[in-house]
């Protein structure tokens, strides 16, 4: 057996062997593996981007950008520098399912939108609610389904049967009940023609189930430390590590001379604790019994020791919690004090939380502060000195509250928020500043002892100790204990996302008895999608494969380094924070490779498509690189849900398909957390079209819950969440032409490549995520006015961000993507999916990213050679240093070398770009409000009437062979004429109205300063697309404008006949409106409570003064809130949004005419006036909880004024 001394040299002889030479090893070994493969261009989207590139220029620089092509030297220098980025599996060809919805040539953009094919077509979430499905009400679910123009459906079961059941007898998953249902869903689908996906588990989040065992479950690295006097023989027992699930397992044992203060707290030097909360006892704190202590109001929290207490870190405990964390904010944003006396305080320093995701329970927060000895300690709580927050700053969106459970004050130093950076959790913190953690406080590596072999099975050490004090760490690792929340019959461990083997148990389990239960023919038509939601599961740091994988990954054994991952400094602060950060960045690239390729692979091999959603805020890694092992990327959004509405989740999908090439972009669409009963088309049609803008090309409608009745209405809901979409909502008929909009809509997105002119770099540093709007404003300012004050006060809703590099559009590209699969083609950077950017932004250090200077040297010599192939590089920061322990201290000195070229010393930040060969370089920040400066003229602006800047415009654009469109949104409720400038030129613009599936050559345009200019007048909310794809030149004269000038040829004042639905609660007989009102001013209740349909008819005479030859249409004016119209008994349309008017021309008569309005109104009024009553007399039933109390009634009906309008003949 070695002796105590010769174990520690060897232990310190490897550490810095594999410090020394990780990065090269790492490089070696991954080099053969990962190349950057070719560029499976089509010719269409060549020319495409051939085009954008040429036509991004302002005229006056047409001759300064050449085009350049990486050399082929350089091109072989690009496959070695992915060999840190992870092995990223080969992707098949995507299920036919998956592929676009046409090709993209011109004829195919209007053949697309007049008939939008199946690809085109919104799916649903079909969630079966708690064991409560029946066969008459899947059949009745799936036929609305297709009457409506829905695609497809997610089925996910969720929970399992109450006690008693909602629905008897209940169905639970995989009971043979269960199993029926399931495949007589298969069975109707098939009959009419629908498709079918299904979740990967049991519950929607996120992959685990009963047969996985706590081996196989998600794991984390745990600890216990022990105090040891040395120079003595040590026998005793080890504290085992926290446990869960009867589940522990040993990695490492390690021993180090004590730091100063190791192992005093004040959990062994008890302090008096008080607050200045009156009748609150705050003694608990000081204990750690979990109680909560909690204040609304202003407070503090004093600790008092008998001696003064060195202190140099403090732990803040938090509520565990599984859900929503609520506490993380405010009780790290506590302001800490300091007194000799307790009368006189003075400021020792100012707590900042971590950026955190909304599942934030799994860890407590360690600050490491200045030294300092006191006998008193104050935690000061100011509720108005909060943050509002964000979507990485989650628990500071709720109302300002303190909750914790403890304060521990430490007097050995521990890193920085080291809890943050371990990976345990989903957060972001700022690098440990050297002078919190001196060198005395750090534990050199060549002073670690392992004791691993001298630890028995028991936990009991037998060690020879050395003299003096010595800390003995006994690292090990168990399960986090995550389940697949919320599941039913089938809840369990979630199955650990590092293994491929628990990966594919999982799919086997569950997918793939599905699969066996149907048959491979049925299944083979029907089951198409296999899909990964929410990531609801935490995150985890270990596995009994992550040494190896860190190992092969990283070139270095991670285990001399794991003292790091209890927070204690190894070395010094800054080499702990490149180990952990080498953590999380192994971390990420686990999740894609170990857990998203498997099941990829399985997917596709049973024919299925593999979608799934969005891994942060919450699995620590690259938010966008999971896309790349996907078919179909998803992001969400939600609906008047500001505290969970996640613009991140969007961009994540958005620029991770892109990167990846994946052309459809999936969004879990209008996900409420209130449900309110007044949801309708149009009153979330703006959000959905600002989601189209971002990038999004198929929803899927969040959330259509299975009825099992066919005589309850509303029925089935889940709960308070989700917009209720389905077959009993009032409007489900009508709302077909909804469907109808976003089927037209989603045809064309899918169309082409996205023009985007702007890549951002996601960061060097793991977690990261798609880089949101507010992100850049530090680096680009111009675009970001000082004095915005929404941007201030970080008022974060979607028709703020509808354009926010002014007319640029961006998005962003992470490592992977910019190491292994971007290339530089005639001064762009390009990806293989047809995504093509002029410039390449850096930003600087923010809060998602708060050390933006430290690079690698895989990515400075990468953005060194963009540059120089052509690429415009804006550096928000001079490169610094490289942020990985790989090659350290070597790869600094490459990255020196980069910044040398990059940012020559002597260049001050924001003096401009400087040529770098073919390219150039700006260093931030960038002051300009437009990138003119640059040769790159903005893409679209709109102009208000009184020639200002139009806010609350969302745009997209699009480009194919021969064409290009402009998807273009009004974001506000009010009218709008605008002028919009393209730069994409050379073909006549047409407006292409989705609402109504219209299509006109623009009447009024003009080529000006080389771009396409041309008015149009948006309604409220309103969208249209204008589309260039027929050579042409503007008229010398412009005789007819863009939109319709309609006059009011005949006011329909009479009398209305209105029949209710007595189904539905209304009168037996029809009643005579003499004038239009809302039915919410009779008193009958009848009619005031009533929701559903009415009709309403009236008789007129068609005036023949009228012009032979003009189109006639019916405005409806105020319509509450759908309405179905049809003259003389033909069908004329549905009015569903602003302007509320259908064209009657067809169906009009010279003479006497019927008309025929069906109004919907929505549930409200008639839950509201259902409220008060006995079951038994309701006639709304459902299991949703009541949303009406103390609300108004809402207005319903035709509310008018009603005419026939006609559009002359010399303005069509």
């Avoid at 407070?299 to 870190?313: D, G, K, L, M, V």
């Avoid at 990255?895 to 940012?903: E, Q």
Wanted: hydrophobic share 40%.
């Amino acid at each position: 057996m070695p002796t105590p001394t010769s174990h520690a040299f060897l232990v310190r002889a490897l550490a810095f062997f594999f410090i020394a030479f990780g990065c090269g090893v790492a490089s070696s070994m991954l080099r053969a593996g990962v190349s950057g493969g070719t560029y499976p261009f089509g010719g269409g989207l060549a020319e495409a981007r051939q085009r954008v590139a040429q036509a991004s220029c302002l005229p006056s620089s047409a001759g300064a950008r050449s085009a350049a092509f990486f050399s082929e030297k350089s091109q072989r220098r690009f496959a070695p520098l992915a060999s840190t980025a992870g092995r990223m599996p080969a992707l098949r060809a995507l299920p036919r399912e998956t592929e676009i919805a046409g090709k993209g040539h011109g004829e195919t953009l209007e053949a697309v939108f007049r008939e939008p094919p199946e690809a085109a077509r919104p799916w649903v979430f079909w969630y079966w609610m708690k064991a409560s499905s029946s066969r008459a009400g899947i059949t009745a679910d799936l036929e609305a389904m297709k009457a409506a123009g829905i695609g497809g459906a997610h089925l996910v079961p969720i929970q399992g049967a109450a006690r008693p059941p909602l629905f008897d007898p209940p169905a639970e998953q995989f009971t043979e009940a269960w199993w029926d249902h399931v495949l007589w869903a298969f069975k109707e689908a098939d009959r009419l023609g629908l498709k079918i996906g299904m979740h990967g588990s049991d519950g929607y989040a996120t992959a685990g189930g009963p047969w996985i065992t706590p081996e196989l479950s998600m794991q984390k690295v745990v600890w216990t430390a022990t105090q040891i006097e040395g120079g003595r023989r040590v026998e005793q027992a080890l504290p085992q590590p926290e446990t869960s699930q009867d589940y522990y397992r040993d990695i490492i044992t390690v021993a180090y001379p004590a730091p100063p203060g190791a192992g005093i707290s004040s959990r062994t030097i008890k302090p008096r604790v008080t607050t200045s909360r009156a009748g609150v006892d705050a003694g608990t704190l000081a204990e750690g019994d979990g109680t909560v202590f909690t204040s609304e109001e202003a407070c503090w929290i004093q600790y008092e020791f008998e001696r003064p207490f060195a202190c140099r870190a403090l732990t803040v405990r938090i509520p565990r919690t599984k859900g929503i964390q609520t506490a993380t904010y405010h009780a790290n944003h506590l302001a800490v004090e300091v007194s000799d006396d307790g009368r006189r305080f003075r400021k020792l320093v100012q707590l900042e939380p971590p950026r955190h995701g909304w599942q934030d329970g799994d860890a407590d927060v360690t600050h490491a502060i200045p030294e300092v000895t006191a006998k008193f300690f104050r935690f000061v709580f100011d509720p108005e000195k909060a943050t509002p927050g964000e979507e990485d700053l989650d628990s500071a969106k709720w109302k300002p509250m303190l909750k914790l459970t403890g304060i521990d004050l430490l007097a050995e130093s521990r890193l920085h928020h080291y809890e943050s950076k371990t990976g345990e959790v989903w957060r972001v913190s700022p690098p440990t500043p050297a002078n919190l953690v001196p060198a005395d406080a750090c534990v050199p590596l060549e002073k670690c002892v392992d004791l691993t072999g001298r630890v028995g099975a028991d936990g009991r050490l037998a060690w020879d100790a050395p003299v003096g004090n010595w800390t003995v760490l006994r690292i090990g690792h168990t399960s986090t204990g995550a389940r697949n929340d919320p599941a039913g019959a089938l809840i369990g461990l979630e199955c650990d996302k590092f293994n491929p083997t628990a990966a594919r148990l999982m799919f086997d389990r569950w997918f793939g008895e599905i699969i066996r239960r149907a048959g491979p023919e049925l299944s083979g038509r029907v089951l198409k999608v296999f899909h990964i939601d929410s990531w609801e599961c935490g995150s985890q740091n270990w596995s009994p494969v992550f040494r190896d994988e860190f190992q092969r990954r990283r070139g270095y054994d991670p285990l001399p380094c794991l003292p790091a991952m209890a927070g204690v400094p190894i070395e010094s602060a800054d080499v702990s924070e490149r180990f952990l950060r080498d953590v999380r960045e192994t971390i990420g690239e686990l999740v894609r490779d170990n857990f998203y390729a498997p099941l990829h692979e399985l997917a596709q091999a049973h024919g299925c498509a593999f979608s799934g959603e969005c891994t942060a805020p919450v699995m620590a890694g690259d938010g966008m690189s999971i896309f790349g092992a996907l078919d179909t990327p998803m992001g969400e959004f939600w609906l008047r849900s500001p505290t969970h509405d996640k613009i991140n989740d969007m961009l994540d999908a958005i620029s991770g398909a892109r990167a990846y090439g994946k052309p459809v972009v999936q969004a879990e669409a209008f996900t409420e957390l209130w449900l309110a009963w007044d949801e309708t088309p149009a009153s979330v049609k703006a959000l959905g079209d600002f989601n189209y803008a971002l990038g999004a090309n198929r929803f899927v409608y969040h959330v259509f819950t299975h009825n099992p009745w066919t005589d309850r209405r509303p029925g089935m809901a889940m709960g308070h969440v989700g917009l209720y979409f389905q077959r009993d909502q009032t409007w489900w008929r009508p709302g077909r032409a909804w469907v109808d909009y976003a089927s037209r809509c989603q045809a064309l997105l899918q169309q082409g490549a996205p023009v985007a002119d702007i890549a951002v770099f996601t960061g060097d540093d793991a977690p990261r995520r798609a880089v949101a709007p507010w992100r850049l404003a530090s680096t680009l300012p111009g675009f970001f006015p000082a004095n915005d004050t929404r941007l201030a006060k970080k008022i974060i809703e979607s028709s703020d961000w509808a354009d926010p590099l002014r007319g640029y559009a961006y998005d962003s590209i992470n490592r992977d993507a910019l190491l292994r699969l971007a290339r530089v083609r005639d001064g762009r950077l390009e990806l293989p999916g047809g995504a093509s950017y002029a410039i390449l932004i850096v930003p600087a250090s923010n809060p998602l990213a708060p050390a933006a200077s430290a690079l690698t040297p895989e990515i400075t010599r990468r953005l060194r050679e963009i540059a120089e192939a052509g690429v415009t590089v804006i550096l928000g920061e001079r490169p610094a240093r490289s942020p990985s322990l790989g090659g350290f201290p070597g790869s600094d000195a490459e990255v020196a070398r980069d910044a040398g070229i990059l940012w020559p010393e002597n260049t001050a930040p924001g003096t401009g770009a400087r040529s770098l060969k073919q390219g150039r370089v700006a260093t931030g920040p960038f002051p300009e409000g437009s990138f003119a400066a640059l040769h790159l003229a903005p893409d679209f602006t709109a102009t208000a009437e009184d020639g200002a800047r139009a806010d609350g415009i969302a745009w997209t654009h699009r480009a194919g062979a021969g064409w290009d469109f402009y998807f273009v949104s009004n974001q506000r409720n009010t009218e709008r004429v605008l002028d919009l400038s393209l730069r994409a030129t050379g073909r006549v613009p047409e407006l292409w109205d989705p609402v109504s599936r219209e299509t006109r050559a623009a009447g009024t345009w003009a080529m000006r300063d080389g771009r396409t200019v041309l008015p149009v007048r948006l309604p409220p909310n309103g969208s249209l697309f204008v589309v260039l794809r027929k050579p042409g030149e503007p008229a010398a004269q412009s005789a007819t404008p863009n939109w319709r000038e309609l006059v009011v040829a005949q006011p329909l004042t009479g009398k209305w006949t209105v029949t209710f639905d007595p189904a539905f609660g209304g009168p037996r007989s029809p009643r005579v409106f003499d004038r239009l009102q809302s039915w919410t001013e009779f008193p009958d209740d009848g009619i005031r409570h009533y929701s559903g349909t009415a009709v309403y008819a009236a008789s007129f005479e068609w005036n023949a003064s009228a012009k032979t030859g003009d189109r006639v249409w019916l405005d409806l004016g105020r319509v509450a809130e759908l309405a179905e119209v049809s003259v003389n008994g033909a069908p004329c349309g549905i009015a569903w949004t602003p302007p509320y008017r259908v064209e009657v021309t067809p169906a009009l008569r010279a003479g006497a005419n019927e008309l025929r309005i069906e109004i919907t109104n929505t549930w409200f009024n008639r839950l509201a006036g259902d409220r008060d009553k006995p079951e038994s007399e309701r006639i709304a039933r459902t299991t949703a909880a009541d949303a009406t109390k103390g609300k108004p009634l809402l207005d319903a009906g035709l509310l008018g004024p009603v005419a026939l309008c006609v559009e002359p003949p010399a303005r069509k």
